[in-house]
């Protein structure tokens, strides 16, 4: 079973990213990215490092405008 190919990502740029590791010979990297490990470690930093850098008003104006844009869609 060593043998399995990773499945091909439907991300295009996660596609040319595999095909240039499977060129240069880094199969454990195409691997990771097939996966998505590395996608859902950086969501897991990305939103709370934003949500500390912004202001409790900045966070309120994005939350507003972020609501608005929902109910748009609905009318």
């Known amino acids: 079973m060593a043998d399995k190919k990773p499945k091909r990502p439907r991300d295009p740029n996660q596609l040319a990213k ?3 590791d499977i060129a ?9 990215t097939a ?3 590395r996608a859902s470690k ?5 939103g709370p490092a934003r949500a500390k850098a ?5 966070r309120s104006e994005i939350a507003k405008t972020a609501a608005q ?7």
């Open 18 to 20: 595999l095909m240039v």
């Open 24 to 32: 240069s010979s880094e199969e454990e990297d195409a691997e990771e």
């Open 35 to 37: 996966t998505g490990e």
């Open 42 to 46: 950086a969501g897991k930093k990305g």
């Open 54 to 58: 912004l202001t409790p008003a900045q």
């Open 69 to 75: 844009a929902r109910w748009k869609k609905k009318d």
